[in-house]
């Protein structure tokens, strides 16, 4: 079952043919040990499918049942956020395949940005050309987003794409999009703990910082206080999780 946005629903044809030779079709995006994203030219659009992994018995029937899928939540944030003006890509068409037990894989589809690097690239280079003003561009980009009422819960590094624009502007775009929460009010622990996993880097926090009070008009030192062990303790989860597995992959040799 396939469902299409209103701008791209005469193309249904070509986008169904595209998912159903995916492993046939398109050029290797991303190939990674869950899901996988090809490239694929309709008219003059190049549109990104990401072919999520296959659930396992007990997510077949709750993703028939109890639960959406990754699919159909990815497109249907996407739409939420393109009509709250928040950025993310166009979002095409999510397509669900269904057998006699539950789901068996689904597909989402979007406009694929061209020109664009991931934040995460001016973390780890810390001469990137414009580095403050963008991360202050990012910041009141997640304060409107906050503002707005949502809590982006994969907001990482490698979810916001970044593209400079021709007047010197920076646009910002959320993807991997399966993981969200809707607000009518976001309180301060929560949207401190949504930063939290953005950077390690303290100076890089410090500007985060400066730049979120400036905006929300709340105190500064709080929010770095706060903002910093929130980081501290993620980064500690973080690698402690890594050192286990690494440990668990080493007694099963």
Not at 42 to 64: C, D, G, M, Q
Not at 103 to 130: G, P, Q
Not at 216 to 224: K, M
Request: proline share 2%; net charge positive.
């Amino acid at each position: 079952m396939i469902t299409i946005s209103k701008a791209y629903q005469k193309y249904t044809s070509e986008i169904l043919d595209c998912i159903e030779n995916f492993t046939k079709k398109g050029t290797v995006f991303v190939k990674g040990s869950r899901n996988t994203i090809k490239l694929f030219t309709i008219e003059h659009t190049i549109v990104n499918i990401k072919s999520f992994k296959k659930p396992n018995l007990i997510n077949k029937i709750a993703y028939r049942y109890f639960r959406k899928s990754k699919a159909r939540r990815s497109f249907e944030f996407a739409s939420k956020l393109i009509e709250m003006q928040i950025g993310t890509p166009q979002p095409i068409a999510y397509y669900e395949n269904f057998d006699i037990i539950g789901l068996k894989d689904s597909y989402y589809a979007c406009e694929h940005l061209e020109n664009v690097f991931e934040f995460r690239a001016i973390i780890e280079n810390e001469d990137f050309e414009d580095r403050e003003e963008i991360i202050r561009q990012f910041i009141r980009f997640t304060a409107f987003m906050h503002r707005e009422g949502v809590e982006f819960l994969d907001h990482s590094p490698g979810n916001t794409l970044i593209r400079k624009e021709n007047d010197g502007s920076y646009s910002f775009f959320l993807v991997d999009l399966n993981r969200m929460k809707f607000h009518k009010v976001i309180d301060f622990q929560t949207r401190m703990k949504n930063l939290s996993k953005i950077t390690p880097k303290k100076e890089m926090i410090l500007i985060m910082s400066n730049e979120y009070a400036t905006i929300t008009g709340e105190d500064e030192n709080l929010i770095f206080t706060t903002l910093w062990k929130l980081t501290s303790d993620f980064q500690y989860r973080f690698y402690r999780k890594k050192r286990i597995k690494k440990k668990l992959k080493f007694w099963k040799k």
